[in-house]
Nanobody
Framework: QVQLVESGGGSVRPGESLTLSCKVGIFSGCMAWFRQAPGKEREGVARLGTYQGRLTWYGDSAKGRFTISHDNYETLSLEMNNLQPEDTAIYYC???????????????WGQGTHVNVSS
């Protein structure tokens, strides 16, 4: 059974940065970060596919501010800059073999880590 464990969440002020980490181990496929804000559906934030090199995709809210990476085939990271109150959510890492924004494509999920952005 694959267990994903996120870390790095916390409380920050608007404009500050956080980096989330998720131990995924040696994995070849699709890795992603999703988030669920209070009262909203879960949405895709960023995903990384290892097919044909390393391709990345970002949700509209993440473009230009967030960066997804997979370091040494062990840790999936999400660097988040210029955080805003609307980024407040539970952030989940997920891995699978198909690579889209569909949650059903991802076979394994972490428990989530809280990110709170407020002044």
């Amino acid at each position: 059974q694959v267990q994903l464990v996120e870390s790095g969440g916390g409380s920050v002020r608007p404009g500050e940065s956080l980096t989330l980490s998720c131990k995924v181990g040696i994995f070849s496929g699709c890795m992603a970060w999703f988030r669920q804000a209070p009262g909203k559906e879960r949405e895709g934030v960023a995903r990384l596919g290892t097919y044909q090199g390393r391709l990345t995709w970002y949700g509209d809210s993440a473009k230009g501010r967030f960066t997804i990476s997979h370091d040494n085939y062990e840790t999936l990271s999400l660097e988040m800059n210029n955080l805003q109150p609307e980024d407040t959510a539970i952030y989940y890492c997920a891995i699978g073999y198909a690579c889209s924004w569909k949650e059903s494509d991802f076979l394994y999920w972490g428990q989530g880590t809280h990110v709170n952005v407020s002044s």
